[in-house]
C-alpha cells in the first residue's frame, strides 16, 4: 500500500496503487440524508458490479483497452466484414450514454449500421442489453474515449456522426475538449467518408454557438439548423428521440438545439 501526496490521481490508479486518506467531498443530499443516500449508494454500486459483469458478455459490446499511444484494434477496417457481415453504411454515437439514438436508429434503419461510444459501462449496459434481447443485428457498442476511435475505425469505414448531449466544456481551458472543435473536427475526418455528415443534439446554446463559428470558419455547409428543436417545422420522428439527458433538460424547461452538417468544405 502507498500514500498518495501530491502526485496525479491517474498515475497511482494506473499503477495499482491505493488511495489512502483521500475522501470525496460529501454532496449536500448525502449530508442531508446520510443513511438513505448510504443505502441508495450501496445499491447502485452492487448494480454497477452486475451491469460490468454483463458487459464481459454481451456480444454486442467491444471493450478495447488502448493504452498510449493506441494500437490499431482487430476491427478497424473490418468492421463490415467481422461485426456486421454486410457491407451498410456505419453511423457513429459519440458519447452515447445508454444509447438511445443507436438503439431506436436502428431499430428504425435495419439496412444501416450503428455503434455507440462511451467510456462509462453502466450507461452502456442499458443500450448493450436492448440490442441483445430485441435481437437488434445491427447494433453494436464501443467502451472507449472517442479520442482513440481512429483506432478503432479505418478511413472512410463510416458515413455519420452522432454527438447528442456532449458536455459543453464552455470554460475557455476546456476548449479543445469539445467535441466540435477543430480537433475533434480532423479525427472524425481520419474515419469518415469524404460526404461525412455530423449531427449535433445539445441544450447548450453557447456550445450550440461555439459549433456554428467552426463551421463558419472551416466554410462547411449547414444542412438542417435550429436553436429551439421542438418548435421547429425539422422536427420528424428521428429528431424527436429522446435521450435520457435530453429528457432532464426539457422537464427543466430548455429548448433543444440541432445542427446537421458536412464534415467536409
Ligand atoms: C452529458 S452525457 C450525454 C449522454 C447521452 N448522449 C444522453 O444524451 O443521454 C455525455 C456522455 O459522454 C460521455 N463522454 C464524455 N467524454 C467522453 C470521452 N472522451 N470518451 C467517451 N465518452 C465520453 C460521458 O461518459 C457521458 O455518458
Known amino acids: 500500500m502507498h500514500l498518495i501526496n501530491d502526485a496525479p490521481l491517474d498515475h497511482f490508479r494506473k499503477e495499482g496503487h491505493f488511495l489512502v486518506g483521500f475522501e470525496r467531498r460529501k ?123 481512429a483506432a478503432l475505425f479505418a478511413p472512410n469505414e463510416v458515413s455519420e456522426v452522432w454527438i447528442t448531449f456532449p458536455d459543453p466544456n464552455l470554460e475557455e481551458s476546456r476548449a479543445k475538449k469539445r467535441l466540435t472543435s477543430p480537433r475533434y473536427l480532423d479525427l472524425y475526418r481520419k474515419f469518415m467518408t469524404a460526404d461525412g455528415i455530423i449531427h449535433l443534439k445539445t441544450d447548450s446554446r453557447p456550445f450550440y454557438d461555439y459549433t456554428l463559428e467552426m463551421i463558419a470558419e472551416q466554410k462547411l455547409k449547414i444542412f438542417k439548423q435550429t436553436s429551439d428543436l421542438y418548435n421547429s417545422e425539422i422536427l420528424d420522428d428521428v429528431l424527436s428521440i429522446n435521450t435520457t439527458y435530453e429528457k432532464m433538460w426539457l422537464k427543466d424547461g430548455l429548448k433543444i438545439c440541432y445542427l446537421q452538417f458536412k464534415l467536409n468544405s
Open 27 to 149: 454532496t449536500k443530499d448525502e449530508l442531508r440524508y446520510p443513511k438513505k443516500f448510504a443505502t441508495f449508494a450501496a445499491s447502485m454500486g452492487k448494480d454497477k458490479l452486475r451491469r460490468f459483469a454483463e458487459n464481459e458478455n454481451f456480444p454486442n459490446l467491444i471493450q478495447p483497452n488502448f493504452e498510449y499511444p493506441p494500437a490499431d484494434h482487430e476491427l478497424k477496417g473490418k468492421w463490415h466484414q467481422n461485426f456486421f457481415k454486410n457491407d451498410h453504411p456505419i453511423i457513429v454515437e459519440l458519447g452515447c450514454g445508454r444509447g438511445e439514438y443507436a438503439v431506436n436508429l436502428a431499430e428504425k434503419f435495419p439496412d444501416k449500421n450503428f455503434i455507440g461510444i462511451d467510456w462509462k459501462g453502466a450507461r452502456l449496459w442499458r443500450g448493450a442489453k436492448t440490442g441483445v434481447e430485441n435481437n437488434i443485428a445491427n447494433l453494436g457498442f464501443a467502451r472507449m474515449q472517442i479520442q482513440n476511435c
